[in-house]
């Protein structure tokens, strides 16, 4: 079993920086793909961020690119998410995730495939 705890979440304005962190316990001895999904009130968990368990590869959704960065060594170290030019609409629960990976470059978008859930961080952004 894994455990993830994110932090770092808060209240802050349209333009203004926020740093989540995740934070795994447990079972970290295997490698582990991670990844970061958001879910505002009355929709649906989306994808934000993933990364592979070396860190060498990174994907984003749309929405976040060029705002938002995912970095991570492994599962033995604390993830990030470094969220800049924050804006109303990214005002969510943030959650982290991670599932076992195989190879170094594995890293996915799809909730489905994550195993381990974290219990979520509040972002409000107010405009």
């Known amino acids: 079993q894994v455990r993830l705890v994110e932090s770092g979440g808060g209240l802050v304005q349209a333009g203004g920086s926020l740093r989540l962190s995740c934070a795994a316990s447990g079972r970290t001895d295997s490698n582990y793909a991670m990844g970061w999904f958001r879910q505002a009130p009355g929709k649906e968990r989306e994808f934000v961020a993933a990364i592979s368990w070396s860190g060498g590869t990174t994907k984003y959704a749309d929405s976040v690119k060029g705002r938002f960065s995912i970095s991570s060594d492994n599962a033995k170290n604390p993830m990030y998410l470094q969220m800049i030019n924050l804006k109303p609409e990214d005002t969510a629960v943030y959650y982290c995730?991670?599932?076992?990976?195989?190879?170094?470059?594995?890293?996915?978008?799809?909730?489905?495939?994550?195993?381990?859930w974290g219990q979520g961080t509040q972002v409000t952004v107010s405009s």
């Open positions: 995730a991670a599932f076992r990976a195989w190879n170094s470059l594995m890293y996915s978008s799809r909730p489905n495939e994550y195993t381990y």
